[in-house]
């Protein structure tokens, strides 16, 4: 084995699981469950560089950019995967965060390794995107080595982008490249060298909490809801009809009623619950303060 990729954590035999190969089915899940169960802990002592990254990734979004996330196999796909289920969940835009992979978009669903060690590719994918210096660009990589990935973050860094890294080595080489490195450092897989498993789960939780928490800070959260859920399907309608009811504090009846007549943007049915005032009205002020519903009825019932 290449003496470099030896050295890194996620390379490494794990002496947890050098029998998993004669092991019953039952004694292969738990083990596997077990090197599961250290990686949400990993994740929590990276807490600071996360919020660093967070805060940094909000501010892009602020300026008018978006996130873009870029990386190569599972990496690569996990972004992409992140990224698509944004503007279902919290009605943004397709275009505020995306997801570039290694290889384009025949590699998320067949593996087309060579691309990864190529810097160009990922320069050039980036122009395609017409990358700014409004937007921040975050690098995905386990083995945070990956050449696609580092060729990301030196192209934004040329343009006056913002940088982050999420990968799974202590020191790694992109988060030199990256002003805003996360290193969750989940060890040895059960698997030796099978980056998909614990490396990929804690790529996942803090991808979960990048997208997430941007978009609490954007307004697309009152408590702990999805008020601008897009009800594209019945499921959805239902859904969002419940929201209304639950936040505005009317019954299911009304809670429909003010779902149709605010064009069902469940957002503004909401306002209009606790304030009592026209869609015209609790458009303009939802406006005015971002898509903020606190914000908003505080300005409302100050009138």
């Not at 600071?48 to 990386?71: C, E, H, M, N």
């Not at 998909?196 to 979960?208: F, S």
Request: hydrophobic letters at 40%.
């Amino acid at each position: 084995m290449n003496d470099i990729l030896a050295k890194l954590n996620t390379e490494q035999q794990n002496p947890n699981t050098v029998d998993i190969d004669v092991c019953s089915t039952s004694d292969i899940l738990k083990k596997i469950n077990d090197e599961d169960k250290t990686v949400a802990l990993v994740v929590e002592k990276q807490l600071p560089a996360i919020t660093a990254l967070v805060d940094a990734a909000f501010a892009s979004l602020q300026k008018g950019g978006r996130i873009i996330y870029a990386g190569a196999g599972t990496s690569g796909r996990l972004g992409i995967l992140d990224a698509s289920e944004c503007p279902p969940t919290y009605g943004v835009s397709e275009e505020l965060i995306q997801g570039i992979i290694a290889g384009g978009t025949e590699a998320i669903f067949k593996a087309k390794e060579g691309a990864e060690d190529s810097k160009e590719l990922a320069k050039q994918d980036l122009i395609e995107r017409n990358l700014g210096a409004n937007d921040m660009v975050i690098g995905l990589a386990a083995s945070g080595r990956t050449p696609y990935v580092i060729g990301a973050l030196e192209y934004a860094k040329e343009i006056g982008a913002t940088t982050g890294s999420v990968c799974c080595v202590k020191d790694a080489e992109i988060s030199a490249y990256a002003e805003f490195p996360v290193e969750v450092v989940t060890g040895p897989e059960a698997v030796t060298g099978s980056t998909r498993m614990k490396a990929g789960t804690a790529q996942k939780l803090v991808l979960n909490m990048i997208s997430t928490a941007t978009m609490i800070k954007s307004g697309k959260v009152f408590h702990n809801y999805m008020v601008d859920v897009q009800p594209t399907n019945q499921k959805l309608e239902v859904r969002a009809c419940h929201i209304i009811e639950t936040l505005g504090k009317v019954d299911g009846a009304k809670a429909k009623e003010l779902f149709i007549a605010a064009d069902k943007n469940v957002k503004t049915a909401i306002v209009m619950a606790l304030t009592n005032k026209s869609r015209l009205i609790v458009e303009e002020t939802l406006n005015k303060t971002n898509g903020h519903i606190t914000k908003s009825v505080e300005l409302l019932k100050e009138e």
